[in-house]
């Protein structure tokens, strides 16, 4: 019982510090917003609220897309997805059983944001 | 899949591409509308269609950013691109370790150089003729002949769209495009048999706009098929 506390402790603090790194990365240049999803609760901020709807039902059809592409193809786990239009990028990912999905402006480096998460 | 000449020179060209770089697992090509036109030897239909099912839906949800211009999966075993290139869609699956300037160059270079060349010879290839899934009736009897029979407005929708080199020449001789009808169709079973045969338009009056194809007996044998079932239809090149 102690060790199963623990262990959510420590899956509530590695939360905790990845909503800190977002705090600081939705404050860099060309940042959107940020969808973060969890079982029971979920933390959004978009520049934008007027899209939270549209951005939410992207991020959960990305997850649901790379999942299924994945398994047909047989390549395992999804470790990230990447969905870039003409100026905008989203970059989903699965951090401590928790979806993260950041939109972003087309220029924004995602692979610094990821090793960042990571 | 499109077994026309240009389907299968962009199959040729993936091949070969899976040949020059072994990390490529997994590639095929569809049109933006979902139309597959060939893929490696390797993976089959249902997978096709299981990606592209999962990717059409994406492309309509991922409006709320634009429109979709690339995706990239990064998996445990390996990577997924799917590039739009002109208007079409490429898709590659790579192991985890593929060099990302051989993708680069795949999908940014070869393919579309590959894809303009195709152009060059044929510059209105791209308006491919989906097949048409048609009910099967069958012919019988004496004056049966070996001819099918189709709906003259779907022979006539065809002769329009499937009609790139009269218009061509058309283009090049200054004449007028004279369209000329479709003579055959290439029908093909979803039990995986197919056949080529002449075409004409459906004679019975009751029997017109029905979504029907009208068979004799004698090659719904050869294609195992029976009257009511489904099959697809396309004109033959």
Redesign the interface.
Known sequence: MLEKNSKTDDTENDIEKIQEKLQDIKDQEGIIGYILRGAKKASIDLKDPTKIIDYAVLSSTAFDAGHNMTEALQMGEVDTIVVESEETKLLSMNINNHRLSIFMEKSVDHNKLYKNLK | MNRDPYAIALNSALTEIKKAYPDI??SFIFTKNGTIITGDQETDEK?MN??L???E??KE??K?????????????????TLSNIKDMHLLL?TSKHADKNHIYSITHVIIPTILKTLETFAPTHLQFTPPKKLIVDTLTGFFAGDSVQIDAEILMDWTKNNNPRARVKAAITEEQNTQESINQVQIETFGGNAAVCKVKEINDQNLKGKNMIRIPEKLCKTLEINKGDLVKVKPAL
């Open positions: 697992k997994n997978t299981n990606v099912e999962s990717f839906n994406l949800k991922a709320a950013i634009g429109n979709l211009k690339s995706l990239h999966i990064t998996a445990k075993n390996g990577k997924l699956a």
